[in-house]
């Protein structure tokens, strides 16, 4: 079974500018949830989705939002980059909803904001 | 809000060695999630706790979660080079997860 993939793996933007980063879960998962990880603040979640509805939120400026397609992919946008948001953007699956299931997690897309 | 405060934040051992990372939580938690990242890597999930005082091994590694489910920690028996990576509790409470923020292991051949 194919794992979670993210695309692109790496992204270079200058500020100002709107990012839009996808993920493609596990056959059958049907949540996909969204972290950012730097080294100063960490794994933070972002949020998830599951059948095409946003179920939980991090807290993150509105800048940063997502949504599901009906396939379960998902896609996340930042808008307005700022230098702060240059991270690793980690997506991860699950078959249900909810934090208490083993999450999944895709390899990763590099956001460096110039 | 809760939070989840994870020790120690670097550990460097000899091959051989024991190693034990620590999770504390503000709060109660319902559950806690161990994860394993590997040096330009993604996390990879590990184990789940959820019951007071469980106990979970897996070979080499020892999983606890503190009665009070405040707290957790891993512990790894004679480390290998293998091991390297940093490992990270994430700690659930109703709909809310919270991820320590690792503690980084390398192991010196």
């Known amino acids: 079974k194919a794992g979670v993939t993210q695309t692109p793996r790496y992204l270079i933007k200058t500020r100002g500018q709107q990012v839009t980063l996808s993920c493609s879960p596990i056959s059958g998962h049907r949540s996909v949830s969204w972290y950012q990880q730097t080294p100063g603040q960490g794994l933070q979640f972002l949020f998830e989705y599951f059948s095409e509805t946003q179920r939980n939120k991090g807290n993150f400026p509105g800048r940063f939002s997502g949504r599901q397609f009906s396939n379960s992919r998902s896609e996340m946008n930042v808008s307005t980059l700022e230098l702060g948001d240059s991270a690793l953007y980690l997506c991860a699956s699950s078959l249900v909803t909810g934090p208490h299931n083993e999450q999944f997690f895709g390899p990763g897309t590099r956001l460096t904001v110039l | 809000g809760q939070q989840v405060m994870q020790i120690p934040q670097y550990q460097h051992v000899q091959e051989g060695e024991d190693f034990t990372t620590y999770c504390n939580s503000s709060t109660t938690l319902s559950n806690i999630q161990w994860y394993k990242q590997r040096p330009g890597g993604h996390p990879v999930f590990l184990i789940q706790l959820v019951k007071s005082g469980e106990v979970k091994k897996q070979k080499r590694l020892t999983f606890q979660f503190g009665e009070a489910k405040k707290n957790s920690s891993l512990h790894i028996t004679a480390t290998q080079t293998t091991d390297v990576g940093t490992y990270f509790c994430?700690?659930?409470?109703?709909?809310?997860?919270?991820f320590g923020a690792g503690t980084r292991l390398t192991v010196k051949p």
């Open positions: 994430a700690g659930i409470r109703n709909n809310d997860m919270r």
